[in-house]
């Protein structure tokens, strides 16, 4: 019983980790509007980057989205 009640917890522990790719997924399309704004000529130069760096962000979660599952049932 307490097997799982720690398996729970180390997986919601494990889950925090999505708050910062939340956080980073705000920051980086945040600065990618703030930089349109301040110079629309420089959309199509940002544009590649801004992608690369959602997908870089984005995986952060999905780890974390792992490791919670590799905890709860492995």
Known sequence: MEIEA???????LATLGMIGAGLGVGQVWGNYFTAIAR??????????????GFAVTEAIAIY???VALLVLFG
């Open 6 to 12: 720690a398996k729970m917890i180390g997986a919601g």
């Open 39 to 52: 110079n629309p000529a420089a959309k199509d130069e940002i544009g590649a980057n801004i992608w690369i």
């Open 64 to 66: 974390a989205l792992v």
